[in-house]
């Protein structure tokens, strides 16, 4: 098993900038993957940014330019940048690790650890 937990979130006007962060313990087998996914009221959970084991990264094109994942692999520990923040952007944020990754993806469905989420409000 593994234990990811989310810190961070919060309101912010439309432009503004925010940073999430999260912690992964636990049976970690490397390589793991990492990343953000985020779900709206009434809408689907959707991937934002998922970060590999050898560092290779992608991004939903919604976010491109403006999110920037990170990891510290020490500490296990996934960082997003999020700045130019629009009201788009509203909705639970959550943290998701996968033991022994190989392929990254953007699908919640290949992840199968998850934290409890954290909230981001923009306003316009």
């Known amino acids: 098993q593994v234990q990811v937990a989310e810190s961070g979130g919060g309101s912010v006007q439309s432009g503004g900038s925010l940073r999430l962060s999260c912690a992964a313990s636990?049976?970690?087998?490397?390589?793991?993957?990492m990343g953000w996914f985020r779900q709206a009221p009434g809408k689907e959970r959707e991937g934002v940014a998922v970060i590999g084991g050898d560092g290779t990264t992608t991004y939903a094109d919604s976010v491109k330019g403006r999110f920037t994942i990170s990891q510290d692999n020490l500490k296990n520990t996934l960082l997003l940048q999020m700045n130019n923040l629009k009201p788009e952007d509203t909705a639970t944020y959550y943290c998701?690790?996968?033991?022994?990754?190989?392929?990254?993806?953007?699908?919640?469905?290949?992840?199968?650890?998850w934290g409890q989420g954290t909230q981001v409000t923009v306003s316009s």
């Open positions: 636990g049976h970690i087998y490397s390589p793991i993957c």
């Open positions: 998701a690790a996968e033991n022994a990754c190989w392929v990254i993806t953007l699908t919640p469905g290949d992840f199968h650890y």
